[in-house]
């Protein structure tokens, strides 16, 4: 029951910001916008979450459109420390399983 | 510091011994739940907890038993294991609430069964 789509992979050069789509054209009006991520077979990380209004935390930057079909997390400046697999997650209030599915794979190159 | 300490980190061990992973939270959660990850499925849910005495089944719970005889801790048992079950383990605890429900993943325990 993939609720979400996202790339595979993804390369983005240090420094730069990197942009990860994500696309979730089935939310429900109830569900938030999750995104995680991987560290090398670490415990997953949670980055920002967010429900219709744009998100900024010291981490990352989330943007959902307006009929939040989709969304695109914002790295603003990537460092290698930013590879990993990162997942977009859409969740309801109340529900506390988390779907994981493949994840973008991204690699910060020096 | 917000925390949930599994162990061990690694462990090898032989077909049908007995095994238990421990899993901690000092968040004072009511959710916990073990999830394991294996190339190429993901991360996927094996039991969870809502609070003391409270578990249920996730999606792959055969061969796992769990209990929740306080709060704070959630051990992950196997009671006869077998080479299927080899794979990276991971305890979650989720921090509740009307907005914010954040989940918060131990360092993974990486189990062989030989």
């Known amino acids: 029951d993939a609720k979400t789509t996202q790339p595979t992979s993804m390369d983005c050069a240090e420094g730069r910001a990197a942009n990860l789509p994500c696309n979730h054209s089935t939310i429900s009006g109830n569900e938030y916008v999750y995104w995680y991520r991987q560290i090398h077979s670490q415990g997953p990380q949670y980055i920002i979450h967010g429900l219709k209004n744009n998100e900024t935390n010291e981490m990352a930057s989330l943007i959902i459109t307006e009929d939040r079909k989709s969304s695109t997390l914002i790295l603003p400046h990537a460092t290698l420390r930013d590879t990993a697999v990162y997942y977009c997650?859409?969740?309801?209030?109340?529900?506390?399983?988390?779907?994981f599915g493949a994840g973008t794979t991204v690699t910060v190159r020096a | 510091e917000a925390q949930v300490t599994q162990n061990p980190r690694y462990l090898i061990t032989v077909t049908g011994k007995k095994l238990t992973v421990t899993c901690s939270q000092n968040?004072?959660?009511?959710?916990m739940s073990w999830y394991r990850q294996d190339p190429g499925l993901g991360l996927r849910q094996i039991y969870y907890?809502?609070?003391?005495?409270?578990?249920d089944k996730g999606d792959v719970p055969e061969g796992y038993k769990v209990s929740r005889k306080e709060k704070r801790n959630f051990p992950l048992i196997l009671e006869s294991p077998s080479p299927n079950q080899t794979s990276l383990y991971f305890c979650?605890?989720?921090?509740?609430?009307?907005?914010?429900?954040?989940?918060?993943f131990g360092q993974g325990t990486r189990l062989t069964v030989v």
């Open positions: 907890s809502m609070n003391v005495e409270v578990t």
């Open positions: 968040m004072n959660h009511e959710y």
């Open positions: 979650a605890s989720l921090r509740t609430g009307v907005w914010n429900t954040e989940a918060f």
């Open positions: 997650i859409v969740r309801a209030t109340g529900d506390y399983k988390l779907s």
